[in-house]
């Protein structure tokens, strides 16, 4: 139930913000927006399969020297079902709606500017969207098989990128405790 509500949010968010933005940005632009995205669809794909094949010892061995972003890493291992959940489940295919969404859009865009009738903007949006689907399908294709071969560098990667978030908002995201520095006044 959770999920699904938060799906529907983060699809309502990201949908509303991408339409302002291609509204209001020539086509070229708003082709760059739906191309970051279906990167993001890719990119969250990539890290939702990793923590499911990442290894633990690498990360145990990096934590206890206390490299910046292993127990974000170890975090995102030990929490797999639920982060590849949120990754491949949630952001993918929200990434992966809104980017069609906002293709159709682009599509519209592109007809206006080149005076196309209703004939040219079904062409123009069947391929826009036979595009997207070719991206984000091939790309996550990819992205598997370098997610599974890399898996327990892509989560370090991740836990880096966590680590640098908690360390600049001062909250934690993954509960990884001794990840952010001491907040303590001295007294």
Not at 118 to 136: E, F, G, H, P, Y
Request: glycine residues 10%.
């Amino acid at each position: 139930m959770r999920v699904g509500l938060f799906s529907f949010a983060l699809a309502v968010v990201v949908n509303y913000s991408s339409d302002l933005a291609l509204g209001r940005v020539p086509v070229v632009v708003a082709f760059l927006i739906v191309l970051l995205l279906v990167a993001i669809g890719i990119l969250f794909d990539i890290v939702g399969t990793s923590v499911t094949a990442a290894e633990i010892p690498p990360l145990n061995a990096m934590a206890a020297k206390k490299v910046p972003g292993a127990r974000q890493a170890l975090w995102l291992v030990r929490n797999a079902d639920r982060v590849a959940n949120i990754c491949n489940d949630v952001v993918g295919d929200v990434s992966g709606a809104v980017s069609g969404a906002a293709g159709t859009t682009v599509a519209l865009k592109l007809n206006e500017s080149l005076q196309g009738g209703s004939v040219a903007l079904q062409l123009i949006d069947l391929a826009m969207i036979a595009l997207i689907a070719s991206l984000t399908v091939g790309g996550k294709a990819a992205g598997k098989s370098f997610a599974i071969e890399k898996a327990t560098q892509v989560v370090y990667v991740a836990g880096r990128v966590i680590h640098f978030i908690e360390t600049v908002t001062g909250r934690q995201m993954t509960g990884a405790r001794g990840s952010t520095p001491s907040r303590r006044r001295s007294t």
